[in-house]
């Protein structure tokens, strides 16, 4: 059990635009702690997708984009290709001091 | 070019040791915060544990007491001392740089490859 709550999966076809949930409580994302994305692509390690909320690293195409609201935050990937297709992490930070994670949601392309 | 190599996983037998070596470049470990992060065989990822630049170590309550983070700065490399190994440690376990920013709060910015630890006998 994750303390961060995410979708199991969710799909789209080329070209649309699909988000992603993460829902925490009053002690990380309500708590004012800021919430970051990671794509893990099949075999491969986890890589920064975005950080603070709603920043993109350098590299990150501006078809990521990420906000937050009070306990929860979203991540929306728009114009989705096939490349896209991977497993979504949120991570943010708890105040029993530790980080945490969403249990990732598996991102298909129909 | 930042780079996080891992090595030291393998098989090993419940209750046994092992020790998870992780050489940076690009950067100077002890003037940074590191973290492992593990993820077993077709789950999420799992924060296990943290080096401050000060020295200050923290761990997940599913391994505190039994691992034991550390860095040699003279060879730029992070270590994770793993004893007491159970089935449910399997994983690939990550050594990761975690960044801190006061406006935009703790996020792992660079990940190495993973390196594979199954506990089983």
Redesign the interface.
């Known amino acids: 059990q ?1 303390v961060l709550t995410q979708p199991p999966s969710v799909s789209g076809a080329p070209g649309q635009r699909v988000t992603i949930s993460c829902t925490g409580s009053s002690s990380n994302i309500g708590a004012g ?4 994305w ?1 794509q893990q692509l099949p075999g ?5 997708l975005i ?3 709603s ?1 993109r ?1 350098s590299g990150v195409p501006d078809r990521f984009s990420g906000s937050k609201s009070g306990t929860s935050a979203s991540l929306a990937i728009s114009g989705l290709q096939a490349e896209d297709e991977a497993d979504y ?1 949120c ?3 708890d105040s029993s ?8 949601t598996k991102l298909t392309v129909l | 070019e930042v780079q996080l190599v891992e090595s030291g996983g393998g098989l090993i037998q419940p209750g046994g040791s092992l020790r998870l070596s992780c050489a940076a470049s690009g950067f100077t470990v002890s003037s940074n915060y590191m973290s492992w992060v593990r993820q077993a065989p077709g789950k999420g990822l799992e924060w296990v544990s943290v080096i401050y630049s000060g020295g200050s170590t923290y761990y997940a309550d599913s391994v505190k007491g039994r691992f034991t983070i550390s860095r040699d700065n003279s060879k730029n490399t992070l270590y994770l001392q793993m004893n007491s190994l159970r089935a449910e440690d399997t994983a690939v376990y990550y050594c990761a740089r975690l960044e801190y920013s006061y406006a935009t709060g703790n996020y792992f910015d660079y990940w190495g490859q993973g390196t594979l630890v199954t506990v089983s006998s």
């Open positions: 994750s702690y800021d919430v970051h990671y491969t390690a986890p890589k920064l950080y603070g909320n920043n690293p992490y991570q943010s930070y001091l530790s980080v945490v994670f969403g249990g990732g």
